[in-house]
């Protein structure tokens, strides 16, 4: 072994213990049960030039978008205007945010006067203002609709926030002390982050820069003999959105994948037009799915950006993947999941010339917000998850956040502690996994009844219509459903996005979609004394 990868490997280790420390710390300190309990942040560090160096091993969907992100702070802010304890805050998915619930907060790490990195988080905070409880308004036809758009902003100096940003973030929350606490839990990670890298630069000197180089070197070196070993070729998958929220046309996703030697080429041309309603996708809740991708390719490689060093992508402006201004986007979450589910199909055609089942590609989003008798107002953010296609080795997992998701589940207590809502049920979706020899994952079903005072549901799913491909024989999974069951007896379906106000006793019904089976289930082998006699 050489003497360098004796030096690189601890300090790999270490960048990751210090990025998984500090989302723990965020995740702890949070005020909102979508940040504290299911996980909906992400931390990271990067060298002074917004290249990657690691990130947590928390949430694709954010990781990702926080490249951009912290490219656009870089834009405004060069590094040599930085001092110790600034922070720089942003949401703008024009300057690299992704949707406006997700504010991004960038600290630099000082060395002898110097930046020498930069640690970055992203939340998901719970209200940023906008036409809708939650920031999330299936229906929005523009930004303007969705909340408090931010560009780059530096908010500490000195490590003291600016009163006058503070202000103007809660007064247009319906949230404040919520969006106030969250900003302190991602302060507190940066700060934790930025102490330990100042640490780790004492006791790896000044061959620390070097070795930052080195190990994006690898991550490249590594990833690029993945590409290597796999055959030249072009392959092409696409799938569809079940409309944007305001039209019902479905809206396709399609990626070409062409493969020369060690360089890799992703090419959604041929996606849809950008849309009316907010389904669409920045180019950083795009990276998000690209950098997922990547590193799909060579997991063991380190964690960093070198694994992008061989890919170049194509995002065609005007499209639903790279809309101009001022497009709606909170919906954006279905499109980077379909997105990234589109690229893993089409590669698994590359690796073995056998697709893959697809996952169901969702993650339901639920804004549910209300006035209780007393006239108090609450507001709660949920995320459920789906199934997981199979292999031609195994059964789609139940009830996961796949691909770009990693959410996790609300608890059942929080959820009835935090609002006037019982949960009703809490299941895995029995017979929505494609049917076949390994069959794909089932969904989730959810109920909750509204115990008191009115409010209203903001909810964004996907796969109504559509539904997750089986592969090689095997069947598809089931599409996704949502109803609102009436205290006096009237249902109300809901489409993949809508917003519906709901009354004491109502009930809201959530089965998330399944996904798709590989081999025909003709194939699955009878038992032993089982004699089949005939079906119905």
Known sequence: MSEQLVRMEPVRLALQGIVDRMQGRMMRAAYSSI???????????????????????????????LIPAVAGVLRQFAPAQMADGDAYLMNDPWSGGTHLPDLVVVRPVMHEGQPIALAATILHHQDVGGMTAGSIPPNATDIFQEGLRIP???WRSAGQADAGIERLLCA????????????????????????????????????????????????????????????????????????????DKPVRIAVSLHKQDDRLTIDFSGSSPQTRGPVNASPSSMMAAILFFMRTLAPQAPNNAGCLAPARWILPEGSVVHPRLPAAVNARTATVKLACNAMLGAWSLA??????????????????????????????????????????????????????????????????????????????????????????????????????????????GERHVSRARGSQGGGDGAPSAARIERSDGRIDTLPARARVDWSEGDRLVIETAGGGAWGPPEAIPVPPGLHIIGTT
């Open 35 to 65: 940040a504290r309990e299911g996980g909906d942040c992400a931390a990271a560090l990067f060298l002074p030039d917004g290249r990657l160096l690691a990130q947590a091993r928390s949430l694709p969907l954010l990781l990702g978008s």
């Open 172 to 247: 247009n929350s319906r949230t404040p002390d919520n969006l106030m606490g969250d900003l302190a839990a991602q302060w507190s990670a940066v700060t934790q982050g930025a102490s330990e890298t100042v640490g780790l630069r004492a006791r790896t000197g000044d061959g620390f820069h070097g070795i930052c180089e080195a190990l994006l070197a690898q991550s490249e070196r590594i990833t690029r003999e993945a590409l290597r070993h796999a055959p030249d070729g072009h392959w092409r998958w696409e799938d569809q959105l079940d409309g944007d929220g305001v039209d």
């Open 351 to 460: 690796a073995s010339r056998t697709p893959l089942a697809s996952n169901a590609g969702v993650a339901t989003v639920l804004s549910l917000s209300g006035t209780d008798r007393q006239g108090r107002r609450w507001l709660l953010t949920e995320i459920i998850a789906s199934g997981a296609g199979a292999s031609a080795t195994a059964h789609g997992a139940s009830g996961v956040s796949t691909d770009v998701g990693n959410a996790r589940n609300t608890p059942v207590e929080v959820i009835e502690s935090d609002a006037p809502l019982r949960v009703l049920c809490y299941a895995i979706r029995d017979g929505s996994g494609g049917a076949g020899l390994y069959s794909g994952g089932h969904g989730v079903r959810r109920i909750y009844q509204l115990l008191e005072g009115h409010g209203s549901v903001s909810y964004r």
């Open 152 to 154: 780059p902003l530096r």
